[in-house]
């Protein structure tokens, strides 16, 4: 399974556009690149799939430069409301016999 | 509103006690997967089933643990006996295999916080 590699943390502030990029170099070719969300004391929400350009959605927006080797999602305008932790995860889907795991992810923090 | 339920959602226990967890799936889903979530450690694989049958439980101590579905509605795991180690939220998330214009999202419950004392 590729390894992946986030920012631990990062700070926004509400109306702003985050970033957040993931490195994935061994990024295999029926590997996809997926993004959960995840408030406390709840369990991990979808918010976006991609596997090449660029993938938007009503929440965010997922870009992938040709050589796939790294991948940003896009939030735009965050609210207090987006303070989360943000996981990449990349992998074969899993009706191809992959299975979905979760790195240590990116804990946003928006500031009003 | 279809959801993941999982039972209990907090549990309290003395090591060498017997726990289970109990999650039911999203009717329709034919996947399962059980994670484990520590500050530690993060969210750990633990086992996940394909129509009721198990594809991968190599993430699970199996001295300890063990994972069933006895029917489609619901999806088990035992911690025989529990240690203080075992301390936890524990996940279960059912889906799909992604199809025509469906990325195949995972649904997750809302956990069961296991202390073991």
């Known amino acids: 399974l590729a390894k992946t590699t986030q920012p631990i943390s990062m700070d926004s502030y509400e109306g702003q556009e985050v970033n957040i990029t993931c490195s994935h170099n061994?990024?295999?070719?029926?590997?996809?690149i997926t993004w959960y969300q995840q408030f406390p004391s709840q369990g991990p929400r979808f918010i976006i799939q991609?596997?090449?350009t660029k993938v938007t959605n009503e929440v965010a927006s997922l870009f992938i430069p040709a050589d796939r080797k790294s991948s940003t999602l896009s939030l735009p305008r965050v609210s207090l409301s987006d303070t989360a932790v943000y996981y990449c995860l990349v992998g074969p889907i899993y009706n191809q016999g992959g299975k979905l795991i979760f790195g240590q992810g990116t804990e946003l923090s928006v500031k009003p | 509103d279809a959801r993941v339920t999982q039972t209990p959602r907090d549990k309290v226990t003395e090591m060498g006690q017997e726990v289970t967890m109990r999650c039911q799936p999203i009717l329709g889903h034919n996947t399962v997967f059980w994670y484990r979530q520590t500050m530690m450690q993060g969210l750990e694989l633990l086992a996940y089933f394909r129509n009721r049958a198990p594809l991968d439980d190599s993430g699970m101590p199996k001295d300890r643990f063990s994972a069933e579905m006895p029917d489609a509605t619901l999806a088990t795991l035992k911690i025989q006996p529990s240690e203080p180690r075992d301390s936890a939220v524990y996940f279960c998330?059912?889906?799909?295999?992604?199809?025509?214009?469906?990325?195949?999202?995972?649904?997750f419950g809302e956990g069961s916080r296991l202390t073991v004392l």
């Open positions: 061994n990024i295999a070719t029926n590997d996809y």
């Open positions: 991609g596997y090449k």
């Open positions: 998330a059912s889906g799909n295999p992604p199809g025509q214009g469906d990325p195949g999202e995972l649904f």
